[in-house]
């Protein structure tokens, strides 16, 4: 019986997960979401478009493929219908490929006024919500309060609706918050229409029906790791598990039917909104990485946070998730600079720590190690082979630190730009 393999990010988030699926989606019958909502931004560029998904699987630009909206996925009907529509726009029809979890979580318009609330009223203390009502979705999940995709069908759904809006304006009654989701019911209500079109499916009988079946699985996360509800840079993370074991929960698989995990890291780290980040660069330097490498939100346009790569944090996400494959993204944003430098550990309080610690707000000095750059436009070229040395040496350095080959390189937003490390032994098996 194949297994599951898991592709998740190991940073901050926007590693570049939405172009490697889709590269890898020839490879599987099945592109599964376990987690996340539109909080994500998936990008993907070919043919000179640039297509940014946030709750629809990667691998939708591939007809024929199953693409499963998870248990662990929260949506937003509205953002879902523009999602199609788009898609539509492009020639891409998708209802026959997309398959909905009945137990995913729907946002509702009220818990998108909340998030801005409750974010409006933590002043300088803001986590860098994207205000798409994640977080009060996941907590009314939590609470046991939520409204899941099943219950659109059912015929006690404008009760539950209501009951659950009106519970919502108790609470921002405490923020004097002027907006009533009254304002965006006509909009949401044509979106559940927009839903209730698709495939509505009890996902975990679904998905381990297609395993059954002999049927090749990837799992998609999405955010990163230390954005993990758990396992991240509490409290400025995400609301959901983005770790491995996410892909279990968010879509109802047995953990002994996860096989390979992918890891996707860039060649440098970038970070979103507030919260700590030990090799952040405020300089120049990081100016240059932010806009050579385009590092704007594909979701919120704001933009990002750019630093050195972190490699304590790095290993540390490789523990936590199990990883048994590295994917590196936007290597080629690193070109010309003379110096590259890696953290390998960090110094606080006169002590040198070699992993993240628990406070991560404190001062943390990051110690690095210091490699020779290159200069030569790499971005065209398709074999390891053929890319300058000191890349070779920047890539074996990671490989030998973290004790994780680095199978893929991705060197531009387009699929061709894409170096797979040892093609000999196929892609991803």
């Known amino acids: ?17 939405g172009k490697i699926v889709d590269v890898l989606t020839p490879e599987y019958d099945v592109i599964a979401r376990f987690q996340g909502g539109p909080n994500a931004g998936h990008s ?5 478009i640039k297509h940014v998904l946030h709750t629809i699987p990667s691998g939708i630009f591939h007809k024929g493929k199953t693409n499963l909206i998870g248990n662990g996925v929260v949506i937003d ?19 026959d490929d997309i398959y909905v979890s009945k137990k995913a979580h729907l946002i509702l318009p009220s818990h998108r006024i909340l998030d801005a609330a409750t974010e409006a009223s933590k002043g300088d203390t803001k986590i860098g919500s994207t205000l798409k009502g994640i977080g009060p979705t996941y907590m009314d999940k939590t609470g046991r309060n939520g409204l899941r995709v099943g219950d659109i069908v059912l015929p006690d759904f404008i009760e539950k609706y209501n009951f659950l809006k009106n519970k919502h304006r108790e609470i921002l009654r405490q923020y004097d918050f002027e907006d009533d989701p009254e304002n965006y019911e006509e909009e949401w209500f044509s979106g559940i229409e927009t839903v209730k079109s698709f495939k509505l ?34 409290p400025y993370v995400t609301s959901s598990n983005t770790i491995c074991a996410g892909a279990c929960t968010g879509l109802g698989i047995a953990p ?41 939100g594909s979701t ?52 040198v720590l070699d992993s993240l610690p628990f406070d ?41 630190e973290t004790g994780v080959p680095v199978t893929i390189i991705s060197l531009g937003p387009s699929r061709s730009a894409t170096v797979f490390r040892h093609p000999d032994q196929g892609r991803i098996s």
Not at 44 to 48: G, K, R, S
Not at 366 to 386: C, V
Request: proline share 5%; net charge negative.
């Open 1 to 17: 019986m194949p297994k599951v393999d898991v592709l998740l990010g190991l940073q901050w988030g926007d590693e570049g997960k």
């Open 44 to 48: 993907l560029e070919f043919h000179n």
């Open 77 to 95: 009907p509205v953002i879902f219908t523009r999602e199609i529509e788009a898609l539509e726009e492009l020639g891409v029809y998708p209802r």
């Open 201 to 234: 499916v009890d996902s975990e009988h679904f998905i381990n029906r297609l395993i059954k079946e002999n049927k090749s699985v990837l799992a998609e996360g999405a955010q990163g790791t230390l954005l993990d509800i758990d396992f991240g840079s509490y």
């Open 256 to 296: 002994t039917a996860i096989g390979e995990v992918l890891g996707i890291f860039k060649a440098y780290c970038t970070r979103v909104g507030g919260g700590p980040f030990p090799t952040e660069l405020t300089d120049e330097t990081g100016a240059r990485m932010r806009k050579q490498g385009n590092e704007f």
């Open 300 to 351: 919120t346009g704001r933009p990002r946070r750019c630093g050195w790569l972190d490699l304590p944090a790095l290993k540390y996400s490789i523990m936590i998730n199990g990883v048994s494959r590295l994917i590196m993204t936007k290597a080629d944003v690193l070109t010309g600079f003379k110096t590259l430098k890696i953290c390998t550990g960090y110094k606080s309080n006169n002590q």
């Open 360 to 400: 991560t707000a404190q001062p943390l000095e990051p110690l690095y190690t210091e490699l020779k750059g290159w200069d030569e436009d790499i971005s065209a070229i398709n074999n390891y082979g053929e890319l300058p040395p000191e890349f070779t040496g920047f890539i074996e350095y990671i490989e030998k």
